[in-house]
């Protein structure tokens, strides 16, 4: 209703020849918010920009100087007909944020084996299973855009029973994905006259995963709702003080004092301590190498201790009814799982790789998909500068590998010929916890979280590693689902 409202709104001021945007950025009119005679109620934004983590003039300056990002922006807004928050803060890396697009744009718009309207209520099925509500309205909207029956919103349990019988996968795929088995994808695959294709459940896997780990950058990077949307803005009048409406909304606001100024005495020497590990670890590598048994173990040391990692102080967020009625079993999570202290089994990467056999199976179920994700897997774990917040010509192969692999190994995805000793050199607790969190509770991602990670970091380099998380989340999500179907198959 909100949205309904704003938008509303929105168009009857165009029909009074002042645009909504102008009347936020010129102050002139400020005064002309508080007439009456304009007999509109004129939504305000509620936030600073497309993230409450990063300064909007940051996010917006991206855009300036780049003109490859400029035109990634209007072709978006061209497919589109909007510019989403999440594709501005992406646009730090826009090599990524171009393959990113083309990727969701392919499962979401192009030829494939779904209906248009059952890949966006995948979408919103994914997204609440992690109370995204930012995902789940912009697909809502896209649903209904489509043609979907707004009957579906009100629960699954309106939905036909083929998106019902997703459920079950939705909820282990986001939450234990170590759990699915072919027995999972034969119950999908052979319900009779609701039965999925293997083209069918491919896309929808795809689909689920996708949105699962979009969630996870979501949170992370602490995307606000745009204007228009539930959420992005309130009908109230602003608080009275020295500042404008407009300089709230444009960010000049006391809440864009960044903190970094504050932990300064804490954090000097960051990076370098980080930089001189590096180079340590470079150096043990060169003169020795451990057993395989001594490399088994380390790997089962940093499971378990990441079994370990509490992801929040703060307790359960129970989810809203107005997201939660779009799955079932809203008490099923990580935390429940490893408070019981339940056994992550090691999934061997030798057994079963993207490269190796993922790849190929999405390629020959859902042609250009398997190569759409190859190169956006590549595109995140292979993006580098040669920076290290001010420090240039660095080679930091070594920190995004250890990233990668300690996400993986969360999910129990074991590399033989990685010593995870590494990771404990490299990445300390606040980090730990931060990616934790993302990764397996996005929706507990808090603002201090993302400050106490890599505080002399630029928010540039903490968006590349959000992409890093948010990928290798989706490859390990992936892996365990192509590997159920493969065993289904064969």
Request: aromatic letters at 10%; one cysteine or more; hydrophobic letters at 35%.
């Amino acid at each position: 209703r909100g949205m309904r409202h704003a938008v509303a709104s929105a168009q009857n001021v165009e029909n009074t020849s002042i645009a909504v945007t102008d009347l936020f950025k010129i102050c002139n009119h400020c005064e002309r918010l508080r007439k009456k005679d304009l007999g509109v109620r004129i939504p305000r934004p509620l936030g600073n920009g497309p993230s409450r983590f990063i300064p909007e003039k940051e996010i917006l300056q991206v855009s300036k100087v780049d003109s490859r990002t400029q035109s990634i922006f209007e072709d978006a807004f061209a497919a589109l007909g909007r510019l989403d928050n999440i594709s501005l803060v992406m646009g730090f890396h826009p090599q990524y944020l171009e393959s990113f697009l083309r990727t969701q744009h392919y499962l979401l718009q192009m030829d494939g084996p779904l209906p248009l309207h059952y890949r966006h209520y995948i979408g919103i099925m994914a997204a609440a299973r992690h109370q995204c509500s930012y995902l789940v309205n912009l697909h809502v909207n896209d649903f209904l855009q489509v043609g979907g029956d707004a009957k579906w919103l009100n629960g699954l349990g309106e939905a036909p029973q083929k998106l019902q019988q997703l459920g079950e996968l939705n909820k282990i795929l986001a939450h234990r994905p170590w759990l699915i088995t072919k027995e999972h994808m034969e119950a999908l695959l052979k319900a009779e006259e609701h039965s999925w294709s293997l083209a069918e459940l491919i896309h929808a896997v795809v689909l689920l995963t996708h949105y699962h780990s979009l969630a996870s950058f979501t949170f992370g990077c602490g995307i606000t709702p745009e204007i228009h949307c539930d959420g992005g803005h309130t009908f109230r009048p602003p608080s009275l003080s020295q500042y404008c409406v407009c300089d709230i909304a444009n960010g000049n606001g006391h809440a864009n004092l960044h903190d970094d100024q504050l932990g300064d005495q804490d954090m000097c020497g960051e990076v370098e301590v980080l930089m001189e590990r590096m180079k340590q670890l470079q150096e043990c590598r060169d003169d020795e190498e451990a057993s395989q048994e001594e490399m088994a173990t380390r790997f089962e040391r940093e499971k378990t201790e990441s079994m370990l990692v509490v992801t929040s102080e703060d307790e359960e967020c129970v989810p809203s009814r107005d997201i939660s009625r779009h799955f079932e079993d809203p008490s099923y999570g990580y935390k429940d799982f490893s408070r019981r202290g339940e056994h992550v089994p090691t999934f061997r990467a030798q057994d079963y790789s993207w490269e190796d056999h993922g790849y190929s199976l999405v390629n020959r179920l859902y042609p250009d998909v398997g190569q759409m994700l190859d190169e956006k897997f590549q595109m995140a774990y292979n993006l580098t500068y040669n920076t290290m917040a001010t420090h240039k010509d660095v080679d930091t192969s070594m920190l995004r590998r250890a990233i990668w692999n300690y996400i993986h190994c969360m999910f129990g995805i074991r590399y033989d010929d990685y010593d995870y000793g590494e990771i404990n050199q490299l990445l300390d607790r606040s980090f730990k916890i931060y990616i934790k969190t993302m990764v397996c509770s996005p929706e507990k991602t808090t603002k201090r979280m993302y400050e106490s990670f890599w505080r002399q970091f630029q928010h540039s380099e903490k968006v590349h590693v959000n992409l890093l998380l948010m990928e290798a989340r989706m490859q390990a999500e992936l892996l365990y689902a192509l590997r159920a179907i493969t065993r289904y198959m064969t």
